[in-house]
């Protein structure tokens, strides 16, 4: 037994370096179908790495060497099994710098199965605790955390009131465990004869070509008519008429409408010039039409779908995608007489399929933006085609289910065997829908935006019988893999509960660690979204595992999550999620033990969510005492606003506050703070941690300070609430970085004495920085290389879609500058003294809750006036496709002497201009203002001017250098605003 003051290993320390690189190459590897990754599975949103889960769980479960009241009988354990693989030194922490290196080794991806490391875990942990530990995750999910329990010898209680989770955590924690080799064979032999026989009954209906090639997908576009007077045309909803601009097979659409005719004809051809292709029929859905030129406005478009159901069952068929015989790539045709035939066929039997599936939701256009369009059900997300295929492959492995259990009695592997093929059958849906897009010349899910499911005018039709991801071969491979990987460590099975964290389903002081990851708020709403699954799993499982799948759809009511969709049980918003998430914390303190401690995961990008979580739980009575980000996301891109996402999960240690717990002093506190929060930037930023990650996680030590008390109290007796304390935080957290990236604060030693603190420059120097400094990407030198898959991403959630989007993900426009999220700029901004309104449209520009940072080259005419404004938009037209948002301007091949539709005046930037730099509210030109104009001059080639600028802010004070070197730092090392900044640095005399 470990004594409850002692600590343990992850509330001292963690191979944070290793792990997040561990973590990094599961996230690179895990989509590839022979990666046997627990994610090939089933799809599932916000899955986490076994890599995070393992590592964190080990350090969890095991007490610090060096805690004067860990056990001998532990170290000495500890130190006999470790020294199996390496020698460990005599002293306390010699074993702990064995037991950090075992854990970052054990975080490896395919060490599970090398032998003896899992034994060796298990070892360790059966040594720490004596009896087997309980461990307890109530939000399991896609099951990271309750297997990788499992694997260490552990008692697991996994829970999820979601029966397409509760299916998946059946699979791994009970089937797999107990006849996972069984089940991976049955599922092999009787996958295959799906296969077959599926080929066999949908083959006519996807005809090949002459060359006895299989059709990959086909290219759909919705229709409306033209209600210009006078016109009436049919018009094919297409947002882009090109097929492929790939070099040597440019292939485009082209809709004419013959003589006398309101129907159009759909031709594939191959341009000569771009100029040949026109542009798309629709726009934000407003739809333009080839034969009048009209435009149907958006809210028309949108009602004649919605009297057609979503309008996939009269689309128009445009083309036919097929592989490349001649090289890599793919190959487009027109539709024959035979494809149309063949679809026909099948529209015609799709006719008398009636499947019972759930609604679509109607009350949540932000993340359902179909609704209106008049799909009321998910069947009508499908077109016919789709229908009649889904169908068949459902009677099909009902069909070898019949046959399987003519060869094997066993009731409990047969259920097994079921779910395996409607899992396979299930994640498979999700890319033959009406919603679904060709983007890339491939397929994707319908959930390509993670959170929301978008509205698409044109579609893609995938072939059920590809072996590409659209066809179910692909997903059967998937699952196959993802059994044979389970089947490879034994270990105890158990059941997974299909329950509410709310449920009594332990007794108080029964477990001996939480460790969960809940839902954030809006961010996911799992129930919905995971009905479209639910329905193809319910066809059939509701007679064979009736106690998940009985009901139409998933459970709603009792989902802790915010979601405006729902209409049972109350309105499910912000507050209700709050309340039930502080009632979630405190059920969960009455179960663990009083020794216990607990793990809870917090990756919410919204800082009001993220404290109100946080304040959740210091209310229910944990106090915070460790906090680790962990790289659980994959590297991503800048969001549609240009906003950073977060590539860390913070984890927070925790332990039950005891109830006599002290009363905190206020000026205690925010003396210790700096300190902490200090020293733990100083760490990260050594393990790779970088801009928000790095603000967030700071979050975690501050916290140890504040929950350590029952109350904080001013001398006067006032209760300091969490809120205050966290503004402080954000406070230390910006003047530390301020510290670090421009000096304010530190003090120098001169010639052996010490001079003050260096002076802080004005606010639009300090906001730039801190903007870019929050910018900043952990482990930023390309080190997470970012795999293309098809499946779900299941780290990458990304935003809300809008209701107007029906465009591709890819092909959105940039905004110029760099963006954050307004909370998170007023955070830094009022403690610090920054006055934002007084910066808007100087350097600031906020629309719709972001706030962007001005790129310099929107500055010149608030720095050169209108001539410095039309000379730096005669740079900018040089390259109008050039991506602007990690550039402050375009690159120039040589400097620009006139300036276009200006008199053909030159323009000429000399020390005179320098005299015009506009300022506002009759102050002068900050030293921002003075290092953007020397930036624009060093574009321009303005030498001499660059020159007088220079000379003259030398001879003002060491604040221009201090300031441009900052921001030399700060910005990509590859982008442009770097090398001016620079070359300009290069210039300044030594």
């Not at 008692?155 to 069984?182: F, H, M, Y």
């Not at 049955?186 to 209906?205: D, I, N």
């Not at 015989?325 to 045709?333: P, V």
């Not at 129930?527 to 509701?542: I, P």
Request: hydrophobic letters at 40%.
């Amino acid at each position: 037994m470990i004594p409850k003051e002692c600590k343990r290993l992850a509330e001292v320390d963690f191979p944070l370096s290793r792990v997040n690189d561990a973590c990094v190459e599961e996230n690179n590897r895990k989509t590839r179908v022979d990666s046997g990754h627990l994610s090939l599975l089933h799809s599932w949103w916000a899955r986490r790495p076994l890599a995070s889960c393992r590592s964190l769980l080990l350090t969890l479960l095991l007490p610090d060497p060096c805690d004067p009241l860990c056990p001998a009988e532990f170290k000495a354990a500890a130190r006999k099994a470790l020294q199996q693989n390496k020698k460990v030194g005599p002293k306390d922490a010699d074993l702990q710098k064995a037991l950090l290196a075992f854990v970052a080794d054990i975080a490896n991806w395919d060490i599970v199965r090398v032998a003896g490391y899992v034994s060796m875990a298990r070892e360790l942990v059966k040594a720490a605790h004596g009896a087997v530990p309980h461990v307890l995750d109530p939000f399991s999910g896609g099951g990271s955390i309750p297997l990788e329990a499992q694997r260490l010898g552990c008692e697991v209680t996994a829970s999820d009131i979601n029966p397409v989770a509760w299916l998946l955590l059946k699979i791994a924690l009970e089937w797999c465990a107990r006849k996972g080799p069984q089940l991976a064979d049955l599922f092999e032999e009787w996958s295959q004869w799906v296969l077959r026989e599926a080929e066999r009954r949908l083959g006519e209906y996807y005809p090949a070509d002459a060359y006895r090639r299989k059709p990959l997908a086909y290219l759909w576009a919705r229709t409306v008519k033209c209600e210009a007077a006078g016109c009436g045309a049919t018009i094919p909803l297409v947002r882009n008429l090109w097929l492929s601009q790939a070099k040597g097979r440019k292939k485009a659409l082209r809709i004419t409408y013959p003589k006398g005719s309101l129907e159009p004809k759909i031709e594939v051809f191959t341009p000569s010039s771009d100029k040949e292709v026109e542009r798309g029929t629709v726009a934000g859905n407003n739809a333009t039409c080839p034969k009048c030129h009209m435009v149907t406005p958006r809210e028309r478009v949108q009602a004649q779908l919605r009297d057609k159901r979503g309008g996939a069952d009269d689309a128009m068929l445009l083309a036919v995608v097929w592989r490349n015989t001649n090289s890599r790539g793919k190959e487009y045709s027109a539709p024959t007489p035979k494809d149309l035939k063949a679809f026909s066929a099948a529209f015609v039997k799709a006719k008398d399929i009636r499947f019972e599936m759930a609604g679509f939701p109607q009350n949540d256009t932000r993340a359902f933006p179909p609704g209106p369009y008049g799909i009321k059900t998910w069947v009508e997300v499908l077109a016919p085609r789709q229908r009649f295929s889904r169908w068949v492959l459902h009677e099909v492995i009902e069909d070898a289910l019949k046959e399987a259990a003519k060869k094997t009695k066993e009731k409990d592997l047969l259920d097994g065997l079921a779910a395996c093929l409607y899992a396979a059958y299930s994640d498979n849906g999700q890319y033959h829908t009406s919603l679904c897009v060709w983007l890339s010349e491939g397929v994707t899910s319908i959930f390509i935006q993670g959170s929301g499911v978008p509205m698409r005018a044109d579609f893609v039709e995938g072939n059920p019988l590809s072996p590409n991801c659209e066809g179910l071969g692909y997903s059967i491979r998937s699952v196959q893999s993802a059994l044979r990987n389970l089947s490879t460590v034994r270990y105890q099975p158990s059941s997974p509960l299909l329950a509410n964290v709310l449920d009594a389903v332990l007794p108080e002081e029964s477990v001996d660690l939480v460790f969960t990851d809940p839902p954030y708020a809006n961010q996911i709403p799992y129930a919905h979204l995971s009905d479209f699954f639910y329905s193809w799993l319910r066809l059939g499982l509701k007679n064979r595992l009736p106690q998940a799948f009985t009901a139409l759809e998933t459970e709603k009511a009792r989902e802790l999550t915010e979601n405006r969709a729902v209409k049972d049980s109350g309105v499910h918003d912000r507050q209700w999620y709050e309340s039930r998430m502080y009632e979630a914390f405190g059920r969960m303190k009455r179960i663990i033990r009083e020794d216990g401690v607990a793990s809870v995961v917090f990756a919410h990008k919204d800082t009001d969510r993220w404290e109100a979580l946080v304040s959740a739980l210091v209310q229910a009575g944990w106090r915070t005492t460790g906090s680790w980000p962990i790289a659980t996301e994959r590297r991503q891109r800048m969001r549609g606003q240009g906003y950073a996402a977060l590539e860390t999960s913070v984890h927070l240690v925790c332990r039950p506050r005891p109830e006599d717990a002290p009363v905190g002093d206020w000026g205690e506190v925010l003396r210790e703070l700096p300190k902490r929060v200090g020293d733990w930037m100083e760490r990260l930023q050594g393990e790779g941690i970088r801009g928000a990650d790095l603000v967030f996680a700071c979050i975690g030590p501050a916290l140890e300070i504040f929950s350590r008390y029952r109350k904080v109290e001013t001398a006067e007796g006032r209760e300091v609430k969490l809120a205050e304390f966290l503004e402080k935080v954000w406070e230390v957290v910006g003047r530390t970085a301020l510290e670090q990236v421009m000096g304010e604060g530190k003090r120098k030693k001169v010639k052996g004495k010490m001079e003050g603190a260096g002076q802080e420059l004005e606010e639009d120097a300090r906001l730039t920085a801190l903007f870019l400094w929050t910018l900043q990407v952990t482990d930023g030198e390309g080190k997470r290389e970012k795999e293309k898959g098809k499946r779900i991403n299941d780290e990458e959630v990304g935003d809300w879609v809008e209701e107007e989007d029906d465009e591709d993900v890819e092909s959105k426009s940039k905004p110029k500058g760099f963006s954050l999220v307004f909370d998170v700029v007023r955070r830094f901004a009022q403690p610090l003294g920054i006055d934002l309104p007084k910066w808007e449209g100087r350097i600031i520009e906020t629309k719709k809750g972001v706030v962007r940072l001005m790129a310099v080259s929107e500055r010149a005419r608030q720095l050169f006036g209108e001539d410095g404004a039309d000379a730096v938009a005669d740079w900018s037209v040089q390259d109008p496709k050039k991506n602007l948002q990690l550039v402050l301007f375009p690159e120039m091949e040589e400097s620009p002497r006139r300036h276009r539709g200006h008199r053909g005046k030159r323009i000429i930037m000399d020390e005179e201009s320098l005299h015009s730099l506009n300022s506002r509210d009759g102050h002068g030109p900050t030293t921002l203002d003075r290092v953007h104009a020397a930036m624009l001059l060093q574009a321009g080639g303005h030498t001499n001017a660059l020159r007088t600028l220079i000379k003259a802010e030398m001879e003002r004070g060491p604040d221009f250098l201090r300031l441009s070197n900052a921001l030399s730092a700060l910005y990509p090392k590859a982008s442009e605003e770097k090398r001016l900044l620079d070359a300009m640095l290069l210039g300044v005399p030594r």
